[in-house]
C-alpha cells in the first residue's frame, strides 16, 4: 500500500515570496492534516479536512496561509507572502476511520523549507 | 486543554543498555496516546499507540509503553538499545472524545545511542 506523498522534499525561497506544497494522502483516507514542525519542537496542527471540508483551522495563519483539498483527495498548502518564520518541515498526514474515535495518523515524508 | 510533556530533550544511552524516554500527559477525557518516531529528513513513524484495554502496548522495534492513568504518564522503553535507534522521538495525544483527531505532540526527544 502505498504511503502519504509529498512534494516537493526541499524548497528555499526569499521571504515575500510564495510557496505551494502538495500532498496525497493514502488511498480511501478521508482525512487530510498538515502540520508545521519548527526545528526543536514537536509538529503543530495546522489545518484538517474531511473529505473536502475544513473541520479545523484555528492555528492556521490565514492573513498568509490557505489550503484545499477540492475533490476531497490530494490537498495543496499554500503561503504568499512567507516570512523568515515559517521556515519548517510541512508534514502531511491522513486517516481513514472517520466514524471512529481513535484515528491513527499516517505521515508522510515532508516539504522542509527554507526561508531566506 | 490537553498537553504533552516530554521529560529530557535529549537522551544518551549505550549499545544494549536499557531505553526509557518519558511522557507525561494532561487530558480532561480519556486520552489515546501514541509514540512516533521521526529518523533524519524523514516523517513520523508509528511506534505504538494506546486506546483502549491493556495497558502495556507493544510496537515495533522491539519498543513497548505502559499506560499509567493514576500518573498520567506513558513511558516508552526498549530492554536493549541498538545503534539504529538514534533517532528524534515523539509522544502524542489525542482526545477520546473528539471527532476531530487532532493530535498535540510532545516537544521530542533525541535519542542518542553510543557504540
Known amino acids: 500500500e502505498a504511503g502519504v506523498a509529498q512534494s516537493p522534499r526541499y524548497k528555499i525561497i526569499e521571504k515575500r515570496q510564495s510557496v505551494a506544497f502538495w500532498c496525497n494522502p493514502i488511498?480511501?483516507?478521508?482525512?487530510l492534516y498538515w502540520y508545521q514542525q519548527i526545528l526543536g519542537q514537536g509538529p503543530k496542527l495546522l489545518i484538517q479536512?474531511?473529505?473536502?471540508?475544513?473541520?479545523?483551522d484555528s492555528q492556521l495563519p490565514k492573513d498568509r496561509f490557505s489550503a484545499e483539498r477540492l475533490k476531497g483527495v490530494d490537498s495543496t498548502l499554500k503561503i504568499q507572502p512567507a516570512k523568515l518564520e515559517d521556515s519548517a518541515v510541512y508534514l502531511c498526514a491522513s486517516s481513514f476511520l472517520p466514524g471512529q474515535q481513535e484515528k491513527t495518523q499516517y505521515f508522510g515524508p515532508g516539504t522542509r523549507l527554507l526561508v531566506l | 486543554a490537553q498537553s504533552v510533556t516530554q521529560l529530557g530533550s535529549h537522551v544518551s544511552v549505550s549499545e544494549g543498555a536499557l531505553v526509557l524516554l518519558r511522557c507525561n500527559y494532561s487530558s480532561s477525557v480519556p486520552p489515546y496516546l501514541f509514540w512516533y518516531v521521526q529518523y533524519p529528513n524523514q516523517g513520523l513513524q508509528l511506534l505504538l499507540k494506546y486506546t483502549t484495554g491493556a495497558t502495556l502496548v507493544k510496537g515495533i522495534n522491539g519498543f513497548e509503553a505502559e499506560f499509567k492513568k493514576s500518573e498520567t504518564s506513558f513511558h516508552l522503553t526498549k530492554p536493549s538499545a541498538h545503534m539504529s535507534d538514534a533517532a528524534e522521538y515523539f509522544c502524542a495525544v489525542q482526545s477520546g472524545s473528539s471527532n476531530t483527531g487532532k493530535l498535540i505532540f510532545g516537544q521530542g526527544t533525541t535519542l542518542q545511542v553510543k557504540p
Open positions: 488511498s480511501g483516507h478521508a482525512t
Open positions: 479536512f474531511q473529505n473536502n471540508g475544513v473541520v479545523d
